[in-house]
């Protein structure tokens, strides 16, 4: 018999179902609740509330489990690559050669933008920032790909939407650092993959080719492939909640990433590396700066260190801290912020305040590092974690699009505001 939940409301006792996730994730299902009580849950933030069915990507925070599909990050860190991966988020299973070297010509094919397109960037200031660009840019995206602003997708129009978005992004984000900078504009090279197109289109100047080191450029793919997708996160779930309403594919996204955009989401790794900074240019001692992070009262607190949802390591950062090591190894890198990085990492996990609290460094801190070293600029670090995130909002958008049972979402609320009055007018307020 499946598991139920009661609860008694005014004297009377109601049933409700729970749901078992293929992981055996339980939700009490209480979708029927206000028809039947009247009463609804208050849930500040959604800490406990499920707000849909997914099959696509599974967390375990306490364990320090993410899986894509299924699929370990551990395994798909060491052996795919980033269009590989979005592919398997986006589609459900690891493509086959033919479907992965098809989705990789698509890619290159729609990466270029439109010719016209450049012009929309001589209007943004130099000093824009790169995330308003960034989504103000796919909804410019959309007016060029009409007929892919009905949602109802066929599987041909899904891998088209999929490799366009893929494709454009990088492109947008190296022309958003040529524009700030005053350079001129690289081409993409189809014969390039991904991650070291982008680098391509980002550093390479007329008078000089950047040399892809494979090192970096490997990092760079697993940044992508670590950011790919995890679960029902802040920009996820704005791109769930803005496609509820049949918004288009590319709407959906623009709206991703105007909600990670917001500090306390994707701003994490930018201040990783502020807060190296400041601890260089005050010319404080590694020693100071442990007592200032374990003193309560300081309201300081090592950036990159902790984790909302995991809280034994997280899985991401133990992959992209080999991976820092070796490219700041090939790139001989002498930087005396990642000279305090490495201080700081070394010192706090030996610290017993840190191993106590199980307080490792996370995913942020490693990716602040290496995209440092590879010479992307701060405020462009979202904008990385944006091109990484593509394949899981794709995924959730199509899954919510597809799901027969998906409504438009609409949270209801507890009012506290004024009570019933009469209106006064104004002379005799
Ligand atoms: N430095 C010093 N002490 C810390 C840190 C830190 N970075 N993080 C947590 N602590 C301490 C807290 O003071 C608390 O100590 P106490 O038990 O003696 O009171 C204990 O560790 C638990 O901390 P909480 O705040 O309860 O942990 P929570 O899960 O709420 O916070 C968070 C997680 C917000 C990530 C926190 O660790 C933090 O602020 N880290 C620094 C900022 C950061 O790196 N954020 C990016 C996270 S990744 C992401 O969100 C994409």
């Known amino acids: 018999m499946s598991e139920t939940v009661k609860a008694t409301f005014d004297g009377k ?19 029927k609740l206000r028809s039947s009580t009247g009463y609804i849950t208050f849930d500040d933030g959604y800490k406990n509330t499920g707000a849909c069915r997914s099959k696509i990507t599974f967390i375990d925070g306490e364990k320090g489990i993410l899986q894509y599909r299924g699929y370990p990050i551990e395994e798909m860190a060491e052996k795919s690559t980033f269009l590989e991966t979005a592919y398997l988020i986006i589609f ?46 796919f909804n410019m995206v959309s007016c060029y790909s009409p007929h892919l602003l009905d949602g109802d997708y066929t599987p041909e129009q899904l891998v088209e939407a999929s490799a366009r978005l893929l494709g454009k992004t990088s492109t947008i984000a190296a022309y958003t650092f040529k524009k700030a900078n005053g350079r001129p504009f690289s ?9 070291a197109n982008f680098l391509h289109m980002m550093f390479t100047e007329p008078y000089q080719e950047y040399m892809c080191d494979p090192d970096v450029v490997r990092a760079m793919d697993l940044i ?18 803005v ?52 003193d309560k009262n300081s309201g300081f607190r090592l950036m990159g260190f902790g984790h909302r949802v995991y809280k034994n390591f997280d899985p991401r950062a133990k992959i992209l801290k080999k991976a820092c090591d070796k490219v700041l190894a090939s790139l001989k890198t002498r930087d005396p912020l990642l000279d305090i990085a ?47 995130r593509m394949p899981g909002w794709i995924a959730n958008w199509y899954e919510l699009r597809t799901d027969p049972n998906s409504v438009i979402n609409r949270p209801r609320q507890v009012y506290e505001g004024a009570t019933k009055r009469s209106y006064v007018p104004v002379d005799k307020r």
């Not at 890619?107 to 209007?123: G, L, N």
């Not at 049949?246 to 623009?254: E, G, M, T």
């Not at 989401?265 to 007592?291: C, F, P, T, Y």
Request: hydrophobic content about 45%.
């Open 342 to 388: 490495r201080a700081l990492e070394e010192r706090a996990l030996e610290d017993e305040y840190f191993i106590e609290r199980k307080l490792y460094p996370n995913v942020d801190f490693y990716s602040g590092i290496v995209m440092r070293a590879i010479g992307i600029p701060l405020d462009m670090f979202t904008v990385m974690f944006a091109m990484g």
């Open 187 to 195: 081409f993409s090279n189809p014969k390039l993959d991904y991650s």
């Open 92 to 137: 459900g299973e690891l493509p086959t050669k033919a479907e992965l070297s098809h989705f990789q010509e698509l890619v290159a094919k729609h990466t270029p933008i439109h010719y016209d397109m450049r012009h929309a960037f001589e209007s943004f200031p130099a000093n824009a920032n790169p995330m308003a660009i960034l989504s103000a840019m």
């Open 243 to 294: 496609g509820s309403s049949r918004a288009n594919l590319f709407a959906s996204v623009a709206s991703g990433v105007a909600a990670l955009w917001g500090p306390l989401h994707g701003g994490a790794n930018q201040a990783v590396i502020k807060q190296l900074l400041e601890i260089h240019e005050s010319g404080q001692s590694i020693d100071q700066v442990m007592e200032r992070a374990k």
């Open 13 to 31: 006792e109601i049933e409700f179902p729970v749901i078992v996730g293929t992981e055996n994730e339980k939700a009490i299902d209480i979708s």
């Open 224 to 241: 992508l492939v670590l950011h790919a997708d995890h679960e029902q996160n802040c920009s996820t779930s704005t791109v769930r909640m």
